[in-house]
């Protein structure tokens, strides 16, 4: 929803309470947009961050394998004698 900033000047509680529903509104200034009014997502406790950390590092460590490596990586490129085959 579009609205002009001298609208919503009149209009700002309701405006408010529609964005903290989840609807995106945008104040225009000279038909342009200005400003996007969104909902304050509640800041997560120290708690909660180091859970997800760590909930991402275990997630990253399972994922990782040991592959060949790269110092030979290339070596199907050439041939016994060391020349590109």
Known sequence: MQVSVSDAKGQLTELVRRAEAG??????RHGHAAVRLVPVRPMQDRQSRRALLDAVR???????VAGPSASRSQDFLYGDDGLPG
């Open 58 to 64: 275990a997630s990253a460590a399972a994922k990782a």
């Open 23 to 28: 609807e995106e509104i945008v104040l225009t």
